[in-house]
T-cell receptor
Framework: NAGVTQTPKFRILKIGQSMTLQCTQD?????MYWYRQDPGMGLKLIYY???????DKGEVPNGYNVSRSTTEDFPLRLELAAPSQTSVYFC?????????????FGPGTRLTVL | AQSVTQLGSHVSVSEGALVLLRCNYS??????LFWYVQYPNQGLQLLLK??????LVKGINGFEAEFKKSETSFHLTKPSAHMSDAAEYFC???????????FGTGTSLTVIP
């Protein structure tokens, strides 16, 4: 099993450009999450999904959009990139949303907005 | 509301010395608690977790953590540090519904040879 995969690994955007960060998991997990990691700030939840067709906002959703058309995929969309969105983005999944279940993380996407 | 505080953003220990990484949480409900490790340029990997039952939890790579409800703490320890333990460590808390994890700001562990 590949687990959670993310593409691309690195990306540089200009202000105002848009892009989609891809996330795929092959563990048949219902729950998927997007986090951003800023230096010294830990991980902040952007959006999460409890299943195909269902998404909800996390702590820091502004400037992002998500969709969940299949169980496997959970893409994150940046419509108008801003320097404040420079960060490392992690996708994660878990088998159930109940708090006892661990989240499995992808390797991350390092995004720079100039 | 739930939150996590990790005391000490950077911790240095000598190889073979005790590792102690501190984590305190606040939660209005019985929490589930986690420690994750992040090696450079990688995603997070679960070290151990506390859900219910025994308050001393053993994880991978010789790490363990003890849930102390009275102190609202979940400190991570390892008796003898190894060079390969150098990494970033994150404490996280989740409530029963589990839709959201709350992560601490992380502690960077350096192991000195």
């Amino acid at each position: 099993n590949a687990g959670v995969t993310q593409t691309p690994k690195f990306r540089i955007l200009k202000i105002g450009q848009s892009m989609t960060l891809q996330c795929t998991q092959d563990m048949n997990h219902n729950y998927m999450y997007w986090y951003r990691q800023d230096p010294g700030m830990g991980l902040k939840l952007i959006y999460y999904s409890v299943g195909a067709g269902i998404t909800d906002k996390g702590e820091v959703p502004n400037g992002y959009n998500v969709s969940r058309s299949t169980t496997e995929d959970f893409p994150l969309r940046l419509e108008l990139a801003a320097p404040s969105q420079t960060s490392v983005y992690f996708c994660a999944s878990s088998s159930l949303g109940q708090g006892a279940n661990e989240q499995f993380f992808g390797p991350g996407t390092r995004l720079t907005v100039l | 509301a739930q939150s996590v505080t990790q005391l000490g953003s950077h911790v240095s220990v000598s190889e073979g010395a005790l590792v102690l990484l501190r984590c305190n949480y606040s939660s209005s409900v019985p929490p589930y608690l986690f420690w994750y490790v992040q090696y450079p340029n990688q995603g997070l990997q679960l070290l151990l977790k506390y859900t219910t039952g025994a308050t001393l939890v053993k994880g991978i790579n010789g790490f363990e953590a003890e849930f102390k409800k009275s102190e609202t703490s979940f400190h991570l320890t390892k008796p003898s540090a190894h060079m390969s333990d150098a990494a970033e460590y994150f404490c996280a808390v989740s409530g029963p519904t589990g839709n959201q994890f709350y992560f601490g700001t992380g502690t960077s562990l350096t192991v000195i040879p």
